[in-house]
């Protein structure tokens, strides 16, 4: 079994644009993640497919109703912070801080506890491996926030790829990047997004099952709302490659998704460890 995973978040949250679109503003914007997250969870349904659904805390406070029609479809719900601030920006008590706030939310939503935790724009980096510390501390048991890569705002290239747990002070910590494939000594991701988007089907099919079969290593896969929304109103924020990286591919992103749904088998976080512990 693969893990299929979903930051719930709108397209005006991304941090390519969050220099021209302040939190302070984020109230003016035409939300679109009810109906984008509905059509997800009718594609998931059609596959017969249980997800992990990574949601900003702001989402939670203002849909609730819409992370309970998750939750009661049998998804995970797991935290993806509440400002969608990236964590190496952060001072270790402003985490702990924004960790706790958006985990009260979920947590008086669902009605239950939240153990698994994602990083907006996967933003653990080598100088904020202090935040797995403070997850394990606060009762998470899942990580899903270190990107085994090169890039511009994220990443630490020589990271362990692949589901595996980490020693942390307050515990042991599972750690479940996204996907990434090795050629000529470098690391290159394959798990989702941009990258999805970006690539060829056939490349993300090819390295799934590349993957797969290489010691049964599951595959970490990754996805927005937005991403399969391509009427979603045009931004005039960012950098060009910001707004380029952003908008590339969204018409065919569902078509694509639903190929690779259809293609392999996907499950929640909790269910391929589950399925691997010893």
Not at 6 to 26: A, C, M, N, Q
Not at 30 to 54: E, Q, W, Y
Not at 141 to 162: F, L, T
């Given at each position: 079994?693969?893990?299929?995973t979903?930051?719930?978040?709108?397209?005006?949250?991304?941090t390519?644009?969050?220099?021209?679109?302040?939190?302070?503003?984020?109230?003016?914007f035409d939300?679109r993640?009810?109906?984008?997250?509905?059509?997800?969870?009718?594609?998931?349904d059609?596959?017969?497919?249980?997800?992990?659904?990574?949601?900003?805390?702001?989402?939670?406070?203002?849909?609730p109703?819409?992370?309970?029609?998750?939750?009661?479809?049998?998804?995970?719900?797991?935290?993806?912070?509440?400002?969608?601030?990236?964590?190496y920006e952060?001072?270790?008590?402003?985490?702990?801080?924004?960790?706790r706030q958006s985990?009260?939310?979920l947590?008086d939503?669902?009605g239950?506890?939240?153990?698994?935790?994602r990083?907006?724009?996967f933003?653990i980096?080598?100088?904020?491996?202090?935040?797995?510390?403070?997850l394990?501390d606060?009762?998470?048991r899942?990580?899903?926030?270190?990107?085994?890569?090169?890039?511009?705002?994220?990443?630490?290239?020589?990271?362990?790829?692949?589901?595996?747990?980490?020693?942390?002070?307050?515990?042991?910590?599972?750690e479940?990047?996204?996907?990434?494939v090795?050629?000529?000594?470098?690391n290159f991701?394959v798990?989702?997004?941009?990258?999805?988007?970006?690539?060829?089907?056939?490349?993300?099919?090819?390295?799934?099952?590349r993957?797969n079969?290489?010691?049964?290593q599951?595959?970490?896969?990754?996805a927005?709302?937005?991403?399969?929304?391509?009427?979603?109103p045009?931004?005039?924020?960012?950098s060009?490659?910001?707004?380029?990286?952003?908008?590339?591919?969204?018409?065919?992103?569902?078509?694509?998704l639903?190929?690779?749904?259809?293609?392999?088998?996907f499950?929640?976080?909790?269910?391929?460890i589950?399925?691997?512990?010893?």
């Amino acid at each position: 079994m693969n893990a299929l995973t979903i930051d719930l978040e709108d397209y005006f949250h991304v941090t390519g644009f969050e220099k021209d679109i302040p939190r302070s503003r984020w109230n003016r914007f035409d939300c679109r993640i009810v109906p984008n997250t509905k059509r997800l969870l009718g594609l998931l349904d059609r596959h017969g497919v249980k997800a992990t659904f990574f949601v900003l805390g702001w989402v939670a406070q203002r849909f609730p109703e819409l992370v309970q029609e998750i939750h009661n479809s049998g998804h995970e719900i797991g935290s993806h912070g509440y400002w969608h601030r990236l964590v190496y920006e952060q001072s270790p008590e402003e985490f702990r801080l924004d960790l706790r706030q958006s985990r009260e939310v979920l947590g008086d939503v669902i009605g239950q506890g939240v153990t698994a935790y994602r990083a907006p724009s996967f933003s653990i980096t080598q100088e904020s491996l202090w935040a797995l510390d403070i997850l394990a501390d606060e009762g998470f048991r899942v990580d899903s926030s270190i990107m085994p890569i090169h890039h511009d705002r994220y990443g630490i290239p020589n990271a362990e790829p692949g589901l595996h747990q980490r020693k942390t002070s307050a515990g042991r910590l599972w750690e479940f990047p996204p996907s990434v494939v090795r050629f000529a000594g470098r690391n290159f991701p394959v798990g989702g997004g941009g990258y999805f988007r970006l690539c060829p089907l056939g490349w993300t099919l090819y390295c799934l099952s590349r993957l797969n079969r290489r010691g049964q290593q599951p595959f970490m896969f990754y996805a927005h709302p937005w991403e399969i929304d391509p009427a979603q109103p045009r931004l005039k924020a960012g950098s060009r490659f910001s707004r380029f990286r952003h908008r590339v591919n969204l018409a065919t992103t569902e078509h694509k998704l639903d190929t690779l749904l259809r293609s392999f088998r996907f499950g929640r976080l909790c269910d391929v460890i589950e399925q691997i512990r010893p």
